[in-house]
């Protein structure tokens, strides 16, 4: 989804650096997403926003950081990186519901693979 | 909270064949319910959802999917499949507006000639 671009798209780097994933939307949505994508464990969320001064942990916080720099703009960064966080690191955004309705659909970027040495 | 669960990590389907992938949810009320396809180095996309009303939703690409509460379930359809359906399938559920999506563990599909 071109609405939702992640930086860089793939990124390898050594055990113990500071690494730094930027997401940007232009879709207008408040709610932005991290997650992991690991083989055979699915999507796991680091860290969610649902507005510019909102922040909360997912299911795999720790090791992890985000900032929310504006409404279209959500980093990650991996304060001391480690093998094993190697994955497939998504980004996403949804809309905030309005009403009586509940979660609304996700629109996720491509993807950054980062690779940990 | 919510839960959803695929229990087929891997499907393979001839070409030409019907397909049905399974979500079976866990919700105390009505859920909102998604399917998201996943093709090799992309992100996910939408193919569907289900809010309320009619229990059987069309999606794109040709997929549909039915909701049964009696079951909890939200199983995705297509009646033939293509080559270019081999992907990573993903169902997933919404409760309460102020939780994200659950989702599930996701369904590898490899299509064969």
């Known amino acids: 989804d071109a609405d939702v671009t992640q930086t860089p798209r793939n990124r390898i780097t050594k055990t113990g650096k500071r690494i730094m994933l930027e997401c940007s939307q232009t879709?207008?949505?408040?709610?932005m997403y991290w997650y992991r994508q690991d083989p055979g464990l699915g999507l796991r969320l680091i860290y969610y926003?649902?507005?510019?001064?909102?922040?909360n942990k997912g299911e795999i916080s720790d090791g992890y950081s985000v900032s929310r720099q504006a409404q279209a703009k959500f980093s990650l960064s991996l304060e001391s990186a480690i093998p094993n966080q190697t994955a497939l690191y998504f980004c996403?955004?949804?809309?905030?519901?309005?009403?009586?309705?509940?979660?609304?659909?996700?629109?996720f970027g491509d993807g950054t693979r980062l690779s940990i040495l | 909270a919510q839960s959803v669960t695929q229990p087929d990590i891997h499907i393979t389907v001839s070409e030409g064949a019907s397909l049905e992938l399974r979500c079976n949810y866990s919700?105390?009320?009505?859920?909102?319910l998604f399917w998201y396809v996943q093709s090799p180095g992309q992100g996910l996309q939408l193919l569907l959802k289900?809010?309320?009303?009619?229990?059987l939703v069309q999606g794109i690409k040709g997929f549909e999917a039915e909701f049964k509460r009696s079951q909890s379930s939200f199983n995705l359809r297509k009646p033939s499949v293509h080559w270019s359906d081999a992907a990573e399938y993903f169902c997933?559920?919404?409760?309460?507006?102020?939780?994200?999506?659950?989702f599930g563990k996701g369904t590898r599909l490899s299509v064969i000639a």
């Open positions: 996403a955004t949804s809309d905030t519901p309005s009403g009586a309705l509940g979660n609304q659909p996700q629109h």
């Open positions: 879709k207008g949505h408040d709610r």
């Open positions: 926003s649902f507005d510019v001064k909102d922040i």
């Open positions: 919700y105390g009320a009505t859920p909102y």
């Open positions: 289900y809010f309320s009303g009619d229990t």
């Open positions: 997933a559920v919404g409760a309460v507006s102020n939780t994200p999506l659950v």
